[in-house]
């Protein structure tokens, strides 16, 4: 019996119990399509922060009072951070570069802002008056906060998309007064959408100067300093400037990452997330394997008389099993080519909340893995019907 009479054979059998055939297909059509979709999200983020990171440049270094542990430089394990920054070790080191570099002390908490009878959780960002120097935020109306403004530590806002249009939905916020963790501000400025980042939500953030941020949270510390060469050369001579200025005060517990070191950490940690997440998915493409099996057993002792019948009019070993073989790999098969369907058009709904992008490695990875499931679940069903003794098979009731 040739490949296509076994396939023709195969077909019919699994046509006859059409509501089996699509319950056995369920577990695989679940797992490719998670398998599609949690990847296509993984690497639509992946792609989402590492892009926004770029667009900052290639010249900006980040310097945090924190040591990296095991593993050294290598991006293992994680930050130890035993002395934070002060606004005093931002100054030394602007001091120490001068004009080759734009420096920005950052701080970074959650807030409540309120306007009227409407209360919103946000993330407070405080910077300098050179923060719009260094970030891309482009103005949707009024200005950035100034020099005089963060020297004085003056309560001046500029809202994010988000925090505008939740606050202010239907007028131009500029001018008018909010409050922030209980302190009176007024808004300079709103920005346009920006969607998100590493940190988060960025339309969900209000903008203030550093100084201020201090005073209403009550702190001297900073969360990082953000380091912007000139010129993109002098990164390298910059970064050991940097370290030299901040070891006296800090010694070994100080990390200075330039945006390539950050951009390979980032994209080793996401892509082993995303690696994470296929593995996991890929654990209902085992159960649904399991299923196949247990289904092709089930039809295996149903067609106990059928299997001794064709093998007492000649069929051979080699046609019993690969009958039962090819049933498992259709049903595998079909029930991926369905779940990279669903997987990819989920994807595509999903885009408009979060970055996902379908790769062509995760789809060919979920087909040929929802193949290899039915060869490697139908095998045990097929070889155990091709050892029936037709003698003992034509007894069976």
Request: no cysteine; hydrophobic share 45%; net charge positive.
């Amino acid at each position: 019996m040739n490949l296509a009479e076994s396939l023709r054979i195969a077909l019919r059998a699994l046509n006859a119990n059409k509501v089996r055939s699509a319950l056995t297909m369920l577990g695989v059509i679940i797992g490719v399509a998670a398998v599609i979709l949690l990847v296509a999200i993984g690497t639509g983020v992946q792609g989402e922060i590492l892009g926004q990171i770029e667009g900052l440049g290639s010249n900006l270094l980040f310097a945090f009072p924190a040591a990296m542990e095991g593993g050294g430089g290598g991006g293992q394990g994680g930050l130890a951070i035993r002395k934070q920054f002060e606004l005093e070790d931002a100054e030394r080191v602007r001091r120490v570069l001068g004009s080759s570099a734009i420096v920005v002390p950052i701080i970074q908490a959650s807030g409540t802002i309120k306007a009227g009878n409407k209360t919103l959780r946000t993330t407070i960002a405080g910077g300098d008056d050179q923060g719009s120097e260094v970030f891309t935020a482009d103005l949707a109306g009024g200005r950035h906060y100034n020099r005089a403004e963060y020297v004085g530590g003056v309560r001046v806002i500029g809202l994010g998309a988000t925090v505008a249009k939740e606050l202010f939905p239907r007028s131009d916020p500029v001018g008018k007064s909010v409050s922030l963790n209980g302190q009176r501000f007024t808004v300079v400025g709103h920005y346009e959408a920006q969607g998100g980042a590493l940190s988060g939500d960025q339309d969900n953030q209000v903008y203030i100067p550093v100084t201020t941020a201090q005073r209403i949270l009550n702190t001297r510390n900073i969360s990082a300093i953000i380091i912007k060469a000139v010129e993109a050369d002098d990164v390298e001579r910059i970064r050991a400037q940097t370290r030299a200025a901040l070891r006296p005060r800090f010694g070994s517990q100080l990390s200075v990452f330039s945006q390539e070191q950050t951009l390979g950490l980032l994209s080793q940690l996401l892509g082993t997330l995303t690696v994470m997440l296929a593995g996991i998915a890929g654990i209902s493409l085992l159960v649904g394997g399991i299923g196949i099996m247990n289904i092709m057993l089930v039809s295996v002792t149903e067609r106990t008389r059928e299997i001794g019948i064709r093998k007492a009019v000649g069929a051979k070993t080699y046609d019993i099993m690969s009958q039962f073989v090819i049933e498992a790999i259709v049903l595998s098969v079909a029930g991926g080519a369905v779940g990279m369907a669903i997987g990819g058009g989920g994807a595509a709904v999903l885009d408009r909340w979060v970055p996902t992008e379908v790769t062509a490695w995760a789809v060919a990875l979920a087909f040929f893995f929802s193949a290899g499931v039915g060869v490697f679940f139908g095998a045990y069903p097929a070889w155990r019907a091709s050892r029936l003794d037709p003698i003992e098979a034509l007894r069976y009731e």
